[in-house]
């Protein structure tokens, strides 16, 4: 079909699953037992109290109808209130999501930086040391849990070496730079600090590690059954015989097709990595979405807990949708055979 | 996908001799390829060892009853010795015995969640796949709904909600477990439909029921084995996030997520309440996935994942 | 690889390089450790121990308590309350300046009460069914005129902070109170580097979720009696982490630990050699708090069996050493305290006995015991309170929750546990705040009431001690109640919990106050350097 059709048709599917998760998450936080209003306010707040705080909230209406409030509030960006801290969810969210951004990215840099050339010289020198080794790390890597990896590293390297921070995004005396874009390698870099620079780089390195560590194991292996799979095609030994040396054939025409396979799970892994950093923030103390999220599900903040799911879900869309496309426009194949369900 | 292996159904759905004897064949070659793969004989092993020791528990532990209501404060934070090979906790418990309880509630959580989920998905995804149309595209659209959420996140709220058990915790897991398996199984159903004997046995005049389960669904199976050993491996991995987070069991059981997190509270100190169940929980998950690869390329299968 | 690995080592090197960032001091910074966030700092709407905590030290209150409990004149120089105590005159002092420059008068404290009613937020219950009306007879006068008689009255006025009326309705916006807008309540509810308070220090940043910073305000109408040496900035960062407490402590990174970690982190603190522990004898309660309408704990006998089952001396020797064990529910730093009331100890005989005269003896169904989680000293509590009932025979379920779900739970009768272990302190320096809160019908639904009490002589108690202005009568009613509760036993009375702080050995001057928060009024610290 031709792409734009393609294009058009992921686009709407996209749409379908966020609405889809939007009524889910909204059904199941307001049928959770539980009273948020009398929560926010302690227990000696007498009823009309309470009463008064849930008739602000909207929480006294019918389900559907709070349902449609809520998505026409959406589209003027307005997520609600927080219980916890009254303001707009939409504000904290901005507030906590770009530490949540810059995590992954690290890790995603990692993933990439450490993961794919491990798989490329893997499948390289298959069956030497470097392969063996390497695949001891893939297997550790996707069997650990990220939080352990966190808490031996902190151990490690917080506490018994002293080299590394402990918790948090920068040292306690550290000025914040201004806030441009939230992440603060880059707002540092722009106000030219580079001494907090210095000091964020330090504090990122341990966690995003951790977040990084099953993706790390996945993409090695990914990439190295991948490569393997190109190494043994009957072009490449065409390449060879016709005496074209060794990298360039590994480069040219090696590298690319073997792209195509970590990219596909790169949907996958951003899910994976996500879920990692709930558990990595909590064991740095790491100001992002996961705390405030996990924060918002057990003190009960309706408001709270449906903005950070839609947005999840929404940064969980967006990038299958371009990675779907990416690989779609990169691989002709895909295209015509819509559904392969090869996750 | 290569090397499917062709399992006729006979019109009497009986096994012949020559069937026994051809399977029997395959088995002992598959055996032989496992045995001479070190890394399924590793997983193999750590497998097999968890579980001999999470049976044998009471017997094979040197303070069982550490694992119940038992207090003894006057030594508590004991540092690794003979008498407590991995140290005791904050309430004076020998971490060892706690952390072979502790694998018991780890394989419950596996055998429970994937008990669960493996059925639902299978049968979801060969009906998905099988009668495709309106039905296949109803059931993939509400897997990718729920796929949309990173899993941890889906227990947590589900968890949150109601009394913080591990029960609720598996539970939690195993609704959304259940969509990969039917994802894959859907992958395969869709394939093989097109296959030559599955449309002889509808010529045949078999009903959708028995071509489903005898024609498609064995073929299936090596990939769910596969995917099930893998999944063990994932799923305490999931559960153990969740008790970490502190959606756990309830004292005086702990299982190694909560052992880990309350332990974490003494670092660096009192290192040993945090650091052994951690090495303990990665041994089982590298066990598992040893196991699950290697089997893996025993079987010639790909699951179309990790 | 090559290129990788000199790629790495750069980064290394680079990473040595940036990573030291010092920050000359040559002010004095206190560093203070928080475990939970700072939710609202808008006074009117405050009621957790970090809202508290910045509004002792941002806004200023009438009165303020002193170690003892016994309220001292703060911006109000001398008041008096009419015979019938119905009407309370507040006489203020002179001169006092908000942090725009501007004078505190008998306008604004009006102001700060009708917006406190107005918003219906926070600690306004405490005053919502009391306070008819609030007048202002001069600039330096305010009366607030009373519906019906109430003794803690004066003890609860360090709840409410004054707040700046003109700086609040200058920031108003439109909302639902007529001229006053919306009282000014989302500009302070986003506001990171203005407030509208008086107190000894000024909000200069609020970065939510990890840090909040106060400066020091030099014209503060107290003045500043340590003059250099004075604190003139406070930094209070959200750290759940012990460890990392602990290893910020050593490094000389926090100035000041907050008293929730653990007993064991306070004994490693004070091992430091740059830093010391200190202790407070409290005014908090640990109680296991047993629903006295459900089975089986509704028996009086299998109550008693519960209290006799307790090992106390295990919690005052060893999980927390040097808290004295609870006699009766008032503990002894609050006014008002009976030293005659009757203590159990821990006796397995006597807790059989009374299992013996129990109705549901002998298949005695399974208690089940909640407490919040993340309470590691309640968890040890809890084991401790089961492996002794098991040796007479009796199960006890434990279910940690989550502090969400214990407030739901407690809400009706049917789903609150049988046992709650929690640790209260009276939100004013008055018996009347934990005997009100706990006992009374009225304050029924709530964690602090999960005893179900509902005993109609108690009842009549109280609502008596709270309309009688003579402290001497009042003290005498309060001494009877809390005789009469010690014999229900709803509670069993744990300890109360000393206090631990960690700080510098350069931190002096912190100063106990026995209502929450109160004695982190960073106005009393100065550093010897």
């Known amino acids: 079909m031709k792409f734009s059709q393609f294009l058009i048709r992921r686009l709407l599917y996209s749409i379908l699953v966020l609405l889809g998760l939007s009524i889910l998450i909204f059904t199941i936080a307001r049928i959770l037992p539980g009273d948020p209003a009398r929560l926010a306010l302690g227990p000696f707040a007498p009823e009309e109290q309470v009463e008064h705080l849930r008739h602000k909230m909207g929480m006294d209406k ?167 799979d190109v190494l043994n095609k009957d072009y490449i030994e065409a390449a060879r015989a016709f005496g074209i040396p060794d990298c360039y054939v590994t480069f040219k025409y090696v590298l690319k097709p073997s792209f195509i396979a970590p990219m596909t799970i790169l949907g996958l892994s951003f899910a994976s990595q996500l879920g990692n950093a709930f558990l990595v923030e909590t064991v740095f103390a790491w100001p992002g979405i996961a705390k405030y999220g996990i924060r918002a599900i057990l003190r009960k903040d309706f408001n709270a807990i449906m903005g950070v799911v839609l947005i999840i879900g929404l940064a969980f869309v967006m990038v299958n949708f371009i990675v779907d496309v990416l690989a779609g426009y990169i691989d002709p194949r895909i295209r015509i055979q819509e559904e392969t369900i090869e996750e | 996908m290569k090397n499917k292996q062709r399992v006729l159904s006979s019109v009497n759905s009986e096994f012949t001799t020559t069937q026994w004897m051809v399977l029997k064949d395959k088995v002992g070659r598959a055996w032989y390829r496992f045995r001479r793969n070190p890394i399924s004989i590793t997983g193999g092993s750590i497998v097999l060892l968890v579980i001999l020791l999470a049976i044998l528990a009471p017997y094979v532990t040197p303070y069982p009853q550490h694992a119940g209501a038992f207090t003894d404060f006057l030594n508590a934070f004991q540092a690794p010795s003979k008498s407590y090979w991995f140290g005791t906790d904050e309430i004076g418990r020998d971490i060892f015995t706690r952390v072979i309880f502790g694998y018991r509630i780890s394989l419950m959580l596996a055998v429970i969640v994937l008990g669960i989920s493996v059925p639902l998905g299978v049968i979801l995804g060969l009906t998905a796949g099988y009668f495709g149309g309106i039905i296949e595209t109803i059931i993939m659209r509400i897997t990718d709904v729920f796929l949309a959420i990173p899993p941890l996140l889906m227990a947590l709220a589900i968890c949150a909600a109601f009394t913080p058990t591990i029960e609720k915790a598996m539970l939690a897991i ?122 893996r390329d025993m079987l010639d299968v790909e699951t179309g994942g990790i | 690889m090559k290129r990788f690995s000199i790629l790495l080592v750069t980064l290394l090197v680079l990473l040595a390089g940036f990573g030291c960032v010092g920050q000359a001091a040559e002010q004095n910074i206190l560093v203070m450790s928080v475990n939970q966030e700072f939710g609202t700092i808008d006074p009117a709407r405050g009621s957790d121990y970090t809202e508290l905590l910045a509004m002792y030290n941002i806004y200023s209150t009438l009165v303020f308590p002193d170690s003892a409990g016994v309220s001292q004149p703060k911006l109000a120089e001398s008041w008096t309350a009419s015979p019938d105590g119905l009407t309370y005159t507040f006489k203020l002092k002179k001169g006092v300046k908000f942090h725009d420059g501007s004078e505190l008068t008998a306008e604004d404290v ?146 000041l630990v907050d008293h929730y970690r653990t007993y064991e982190d306070y004994q490693e603190m004070d091992s430091y050699p740059n830093a010391k522990a200190i202790a407070f004898d409290s005014s908090y309660i640990v109680a296991a708090k047993i629903n006295t309408k459900i089975a089986p704990t509704d028996d009086i006998h299998i109550r008693r069996m519960l209290a006799w089952a307790f090992d106390y001396k295990m919690v005052t020797d060893v999980i927390r050493k040097g808290s004295p064990q609870a006699r009766g529910v008032i503990a002894s730093t609050i006014p008002g305290h009976n030293p005659r009331v009757f203590q159990y100890h821990y006796d397995l ?151 631990h702080n960690a700080m510098q050995n350069y931190v002096m001057g912190l100063t106990w106050r026995p209502i929450m928060s109160a004695w982190y009024y960073f106005h009393d610290l100065w550093f010897e350097k």
Not at chain 2, 229 to 239: E, M, N, P, R, W
Not at chain 2, 254 to 267: E, N, P, R, V, W
Not at chain 3, 384 to 403: C, D, M, P
């Open chain 2, 174 to 295: 195993a609704s959304i477990w259940w969509t990969w398996h039917c994802r894959l199984v859907c992958g395969i159903t869709r394939s093989i439909k097109t296959e030559e004997f599955v449309q002889a046995s509808w010529v045949i005049g078999d009903s959708h029921f028995r071509i489903i389960f005898k024609d498609i669904l064995p073929n299936c199976m090596s990939a769910i084995i596969v995917k099930i050993t893998l999944d063990a491996g994932f799923v305490i991995l999931v559960g153990a996030g969740l008790s970490f987070l502190g959606l756990g069991t309830q004292p005086p059981k702990s299982d190694l997520g909560t052992m880990i997190s309350y332990g974490a509270q003494y670092l660096p100190t009192k290192w040993w309440p945090t650091v052994f169940p951690s090495f303990a929980i990665l041994f089982l998950i590298l066990g598992f996935n040893l196991l699950g690869d290697g089997l």
């Open chain 3, 110 to 255: 009006k102001f700060s009460m009708d917006r406190m009613l107005a918003l219906r937020d926070g600690y306004s219950w405490l005053w919502s069914k009391i306070i008819k009306e609030t007048t202002v007879e001069d600039s330096y006068t305010v009366t607030f005129h009373l519906s019906k008689p109430f003794g803690p009255f004066v003890s609860t006025l360090p709840l409410f902070s004054i707040v700046n009326k003109d700086t609040i309705l200058a920031h108003k916006e439109p909302g639902e109170f007529g001229e006053f807008g919306d009282y000014g309540s989302h500009w302070l509810s986003v506001t990171e580097t203005e407030d509208a308070g008086s107190g000894p220090y000024k909000l200069k940043a609020h970065d939510r979720g990890h840090k909040i910073v106060f400066e020091r305000f030099p014209n503060y109408f107290e003045g500043w009696p340590h003059g250099d040496k004075s604190v003139d900035e406070v930094h209070i960062v959200l750290l759940h982490e012990n460890a990392t407490v602990k290893m910020m402590l050593r490094k000389g990174e926090l100035s």
């Open chain 1, 62 to 228: 019918p389900l559907p109808l709070q349902y449609w409030n809520y998505i026409r509030g959406l589209f003027y960006g307005d997520l609600g209130l927080s219980f916890v801290t009254r303001r707009n969810v939409a504000l904290d969210i901005t507030h906590y999501l770009p530490a949540t951004v810059e995590l992954i990215t690290m890790a995603i840099f990692w993933v990439f930086v450490i993961g794919v050339p491990l798989g490329v010289l893997s499948a390289r020198y298959k069956d030497g040391w470097l392969d063996n080794t390497s695949r001891v790390i893939a297997f550790v890597g996707v069997s650990v849990p990220p939080f352990v990896v966190g808490l031996i590293g902190q151990l490690v390297f917080s506490y018994v070496l002293g080299i590394l921070p402990t918790t948090g995004r920068l040292a306690l005396l550290t000025p914040t730079p201004p806030t441009i874009t939230g992440l603060l390698l880059l707002d540092s870099l722009i106000a030219g600090n580079f001494g907090t620079f210095g000091d964020a780089l330090k504090h990122i390195l341990l966690p995003s590690f951790a977040v990084a560590m099953t993706g790390i194991g996945q993409i090695t292996r990914i990439t190295r059954a991948g490569m393997i």
């Open chain 3, 349 to 499: 005989d006597k807790a059989r006995e009374e299992m013996m005269l129990s109705k549901y003896y002998p298949n005695i169904p399974d208690v089940v015991i909640t407490y919040p989680s993340g309470t590691e000293d309640r968890r040890k509590m809890a084991l401790l309170l089961q492996e002794s009932l098991t040796k007479i025979g009796v199960n006890l379920v434990i279910r940690e929750e989550e502090w969400g779900r214990i407030t739901e739970l407690v809400t009706t009768v049917e789903t609150t546990p049988n046992i709650c272990i929690t640790s209260q302190t009276p939100t004013y320096p008055d018996p009347d705040a934990l005997l009100y809160a706990m006992y009374h019908s009225d304050a029924a639904g709530t964690w602090m009431s999960s005893e179900w009490l509902q005993n109609p002589i108690i009842d009549q108690l109280i609502d008596q001690e709270r309309v009688t202005v003579d402290k001497e009568e009042r003290m005498h009613i309060m001494n009877i109640i809390q005789q009469i509760i010690i014999e229900d036993c709803p509670d069993i009375f744990i300890d109360n919990m000393v206090v």
